[in-house]
């Protein structure tokens, strides 16, 4: 059974720092490089959004353009752990940030962690 873990969420001050991290366990692949590790999040009242990934195989780092610039996503794939450091923390911000893992080659996200929530105030 696959499990994932989020930790690392908490509050901060606009223009402050927090870093995610999301740990996963029960994968079944060879290798942990058949998996792509992502991170979302869902504000209140909105859809969840995506907000970065890696794709293990190539080292391939996307992010959302509202947080490309501030935010980095940093991990280990033999570990199957991935981070978040998120700096200039905005109001916007504020959300439940979820770490999600697909198969590679996959569209689709299919094992989702629980969340950990993070608030930014002014």
């Known amino acids: 059974q696959v499990r994932v873990v989020e930790s690392g969420g908490g509050l901060a001050q606009a223009g402050g720092s927090l870093r995610l991290s999301c740990s996963a366990s029960?994968?079944?692949?060879?290798?942990?490089?058949?998996?792509?590790m992502g991170w979302f999040r869902q504000a209140p009242g909105k859809e969840r959004e995506f907000v970065g990934r890696?794709?293990?195989?190539?080292?391939?780092?996307a992010y959302a353009d509202s947080v490309k610039g501030r935010f980095t996503i940093s991990g280990d794939s033999a570990k199957s752990t991935i981070y978040l450091q998120m700096n200039s923390l905005k109001p916007e911000d504020t959300a439940v940030y979820y770490c999600?893992?697909?198969?590679?080659?996959?569209?689709?996200?299919?094992?989702w962690g629980q969340g950990t929530q993070v608030t930014v105030s002014s």
């Open positions: 999600a893992i697909r198969r590679a080659g996959r569209l689709t996200y299919d094992y």
């Open positions: 029960g994968l079944t692949s060879v290798t942990s490089a058949a998996y792509d």
């Open positions: 890696i794709i293990w195989s190539s080292g391939n780092i």
